[in-house]
Nanobody
Framework: QVQLVESGGGLVQAGGSLRLSCAAS??????MGWFRQAPGKEREFVAG???????KYADSVKGRFTISRDTAKNMVYLQMNSLKAEDTAVYYC????????????????WGQGTQVTVSS
């Protein structure tokens, strides 16, 4: 049974930092990454990491967020710096078996989500 479990969300002031972690179990994946969904908005891609180590970011987070992956532990992390109020959302860990890192929310597996709230 595949499980993705996120941790590390919380409340932070604008300009602050948070680190999200996601522990995967049940199998290994080609790609692991993060999506987010703000109230009243569609789920959107944040960052993804392929098995080879290549990464992809949404333009809105480039230069502020860093995704990293520990394939031996089957974990993925999202370091979020210089947080803005507009980063407030539920962040979902996701895993995928496709060949490329897709930016659409059509990945195979999802965590339950962790809330990130940035106060201005």
């Amino acid at each position: 049974q595949v499980q993705l479990v996120e941790s590390g969300g919380g409340l932070v002031q604008a300009g602050g930092s948070l680190r999200l972690s996601c522990a995967a179990s049940g199998r290994t994946f080609s790609n692991m990454g993060w999506f987010r969904q703000a109230p009243g908005k569609e789920r959107e891609f944040v960052a993804g990491s392929s098995w080879s180590g290549s990464t992809k970011y949404a333009d809105s987070v480039k230069g502020r967020f860093t995704i990293s992956r520990d394939t031996a532990k089957n974990m993925v992390y999202l370091q979020m710096n210089s947080l803005k109020a507009e980063d407030t959302a539920v962040y979902y860990c996701s895993a995928d078996t496709s060949v490329v890192v897709r930016t659409t929310p059509t990945w195979d597996y999802w965590g339950q989500g962790t809330q990130v709230t940035v106060s201005s």
